[in-house]
Each structure stands twice: as C-alpha cells, then as structure tokens.
C-alpha cells in the first residue's frame, strides 16, 4: 500500500504529536510540591527525637542498653529454659514471629505486633494495657504462656549471672526485702526498655521516593504503586489513622476486624484501660521515675465508653509486608485479606451478654475494584526497608 504525499505527511505529524504528549506524560511530576510536603511528613525524615521518658531514668543509658540486649536474647528468663523475647520478637522477622497467635510455653490470643517504633506513643500492646516499655516488659515474663517466671526468679537469675553489670549500672543488688527483689525486676523491665530505645527503623523504598520527588526527581515508584498511595491518602482514607513517620496515630479504633472467638469476645481498648489503671507499675506508681506532675497521659484518660469496646491500637505500617500475618488476633493472613476487608468489612458481631456497649465502628465500606487493591496492597509494600545487617542492635549479643 502507498501513501500520498499528503497522507504521509498527516501520518508524520501525528507521530510527532504522539511522540511529545508522551513525552509530557513522562515529565509531568507525579505530585505537585505541596504534595510532596505532605508526603514528607509520612517519612523518616519526620521522625521526631524519641519521646522524653520521665519514668525511666535509665532509658537513655547506652551500658543499661547493652544490659537490656543481653536480657533480651537470654531464654534463662524462663521457667522451660526456652523462651527469650527474642523467641516471638524475632530480629530476623522485624522482631515479629510470623505466627498468627503468639507461642511460648502455651499458645496466647495475641498476634505478635513488631518493636519497631514501639518505643513512641503513649500506650503498648494492642489494648495499650501499659503506658511503658518498661512496665510492659515486665508482663511477658511473668505471664504463664509467655516466659511463665516469677519474679523472684528474675531476681535469682540476675544475682546469679548478671550481680556484677547489674551491680555497676544500679547500686546494690540487696536480696533483704521483697520491695528490693522487685526494685531488681523493675530495673530489668527498664533496661528492657533502654534495649528497644536504640532500634533504629530501616529506610523503604517509599521514604527514598519521597526523597527523590523533593529533588525534583521522579522517584522509582512503578505505575501502580503511585497509584496505591494516592488510594492511601485519598479514596481509602488510610492515612486518616496511619499516618505521621510510623503510619500511626497511636490510638484505638474498631476496625471491624472478625471476632477471633465470638464465644469470649475481645473488648479490647475497654479492659485495656481498667487494666491499666490498676496496674501496680503505671507511671503513677512507686516503681516510676515520674514526678508527681508527669504522667499526663494516665491522668487524662477518658475511661470508658461505647467507642472503646474492642477497640485496638493501630498498629505501624512500617515494613508490614514482612511482618505476616494481621491484626490483633492474626485475623489476616495476607495484605490482600487486610485490604479486601477495607474494602467490603464482614458485618459488625454485637452479642449483648458480653458487650458492654454497641461497638462503634469507625470504618465505612470502601468498595475497592480488584486493580484498586492490587494497587493498594503495592502501595504497602514499598513500607519495606531492609534488616541492617551492621547495626549491633539487630542481632544477639
Ligand atoms: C510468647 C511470645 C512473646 C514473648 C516471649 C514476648 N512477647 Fe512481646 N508481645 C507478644 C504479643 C503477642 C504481644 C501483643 C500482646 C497484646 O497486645 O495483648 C506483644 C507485645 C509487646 C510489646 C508492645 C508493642 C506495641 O507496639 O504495643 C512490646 C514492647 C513487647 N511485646 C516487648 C517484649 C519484651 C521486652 C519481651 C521479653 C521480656 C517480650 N515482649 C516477650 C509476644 C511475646
Ligand atoms: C479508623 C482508623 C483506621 C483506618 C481508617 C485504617 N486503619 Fe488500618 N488499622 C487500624 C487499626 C485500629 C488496626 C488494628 C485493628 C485490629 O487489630 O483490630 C489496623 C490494622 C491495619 C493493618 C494490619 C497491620 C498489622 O501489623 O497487623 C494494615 C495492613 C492496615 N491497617 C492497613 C490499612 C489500610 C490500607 C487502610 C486504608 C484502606 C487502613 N488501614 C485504614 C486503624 C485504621
């Protein structure tokens, strides 16, 4: 077939116009800079000093630290000799366990969350039970399908193999009263604490895109990445509760997540709070550091109400692709059964025998397409960074 003279011509030109709309396509930024201001503010870069610990004089000791990593990774703090917190806080698995229940020496009801940012916001585990990494520490090794050890046992296993470094950090080990054997216990849980202060969070992919667009680069987002972070900022509201540098608002919402045991419902947030305020190591009590005037926190604590019936922290995102399977329970497997559940929520258990309150829940249907999930579920990935092979921290001691 030949074409006139005319017609080559009109087939030229249209080549040239393709050719330079793709080209515009291609510089075209992604984002416009106030965008990528607000983008910023989901980045490392943003990442604020770690929160003063008024409860804890030891928090920010490095040789209390070193201690701490030691009593981390020992599995003598147990009563079978066999579970360490590294045992379910595995270094290896962003100090997760890839279990859908947590297991020491018996099964718990708990998905395992990670420690990475842990040492930020007011209140730890999924009910914020506690208002400190050291008086959260101190509950796993006393609970009976956790470590199953008593504290008196925690007392005898620091004289006997720890008296010296224990002995140069604190004062005196003195066994003579029951008040000094938890002073020991306590100092464990809070060189615990000045332990997990010095994890460091890796880098993603989704920090050095962010990086790269600030210089004016386009970053190495692929189509359907960029197309996940914009459902995270805008259609899916995600960022609504995960958001800042840890994707976090460090508060209790009910989700809607499928009751793990419809015959022994979870309430969550609910108990979380009586729990801790009766707890004998809050920041309130002998044990803290705190003054009279800290602890705001606990002294400002809304106590109860419909909203907090099983109602969970919302947990980190940062590298939630690696940290298997979801939500309090280990409900999800997968980050497609996390996003399909945004999308299209099972509807909400309400039994009135063990509801104090008609949960509230605080998510609406989002009625995602199947590209909008896979892109979503893209989007989470690039949370990722990877596992600092060189930091000391990372690894046993
Ligand atoms: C048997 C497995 C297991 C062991 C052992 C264990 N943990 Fe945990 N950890 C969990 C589970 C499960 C949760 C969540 C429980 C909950 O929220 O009710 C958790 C929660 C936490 C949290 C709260 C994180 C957050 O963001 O709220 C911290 C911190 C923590 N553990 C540190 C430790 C330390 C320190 C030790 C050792 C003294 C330890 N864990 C031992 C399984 C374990
Ligand atoms: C109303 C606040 C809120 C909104 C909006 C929200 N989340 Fe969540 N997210 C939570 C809470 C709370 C949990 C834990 C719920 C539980 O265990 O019962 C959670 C859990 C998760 C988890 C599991 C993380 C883990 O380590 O177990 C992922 C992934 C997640 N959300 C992603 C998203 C995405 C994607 C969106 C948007 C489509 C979104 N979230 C919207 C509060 C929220």
Same mark, same amino acid.
């Given at each position: ?113 990670? $420690? ?27 609970? *009976? ?100 540098? $840890? ?19 979870? $309430? ?7 729990? /801790? ?28 109400? *419909? ?40 509807? *909400? ?15 609406? *249907? ?16 690039? /949370? ?14």
């Amino acid at each position: 077939m030949f074409l006139t003279i005319k017609q080559q011509l009109i087939a030229l030109l249209w080549l040239l116009i393709w050719s330079i709309s793709l080209w515009a396509e291609d510089e075209k930024p992604e984002f416009t800079a106030r965008d990528v201001q607000y983008l910023k503010g989901f980045t490392l870069a943003s990442l604020p000093p770690l929160p003063e610990a008024k409860d804890n004089d030891y928090a920010d000791n490095a040789e209390v630290a070193v201690f701490g990593q030691q009593l981390f990774f020992d599995t003598r703090l147990s009563a079978n000799q066999e579970v360490a917190c590294s045992s379910c806080h595995q270094p290896d698995k962003y100090f997760t366990d890839n279990l859908k229940l947590a297991i020491g020496q018996g099964e718990t009801s708990r998905n395992t969350p990670t $420690l990475l940012g842990a040492s930020y916001g007011p209140w730890k585990y999924w009910d914020g039970r506690k208002d400190s990494l050291w008086s959260q520490a101190l509950a796993p090794l006393e609970a *009976p399908l956790e470590h199953n050890f008593k504290r008196e046992q925690v007392f005898e296993l620091v004289q006997k193999y720890y008296a010296d470094d224990y002995q140069q950090l604190f004062g005196v080990l003195s066994a003579s009263s029951e008040s000094d054997r938890t002073r020991v216990f306590v100092n464990v849980g809070k060189a615990l604490m000045a332990y997990q202060r010095q994890l460091s969070l890796p880098v993603s992919r989704f920090d050095q895109y962010v990086y790269a667009l600030e210089k004016g680069e386009k970053g190495d987002f692929t189509s359907s990445e960029v197309a996940g972070l914009r459902l995270f900022m805008g259609k899916g509201a995600c960022m609504s509760c995960h958001n800042g540098p $840890l994707l976090t608002n460090f508060e209790f919402h009910n989700v809607g997540v499928p009751e793990a045991d419809q015959a022994n419902v979870d $309430l969550g947030r609910y108990l979380g709070i009586e729990q /801790l305020r009766e707890d004998e190591f809050n920041c309130q009590s002998d044990w803290s550091d705190a003054g009279e005037d800290d602890c705001e926190e606990l002294r400002f604590l809304k106590k109860t109400g *419909p909203e907090l019936v099983g109602a969970f922290k919302t947990p980190t995102l940062r590298s939630v692709a690696d940290t298997a399977p979801y939500m309090h329970a280990g409900q999800f497997l997968t980050l497609e059964q996390v996003v399909a559940h945004y999308s299209q929520p099972s509807p *909400p258990f309400y039994d009135r025998e063990q509801h104090p309150f008609r949960p509230h829940f605080d998510v609406m *249907p989002l009625m995602l397409n199947a590209q909008e999930i896979t892109d979503l579920v893209a989007f989470l990935k690039t /949370l990722s960074g990877d596992i600092p092979a060189n930091d000391p921290w990372w690894s046993e001691p």
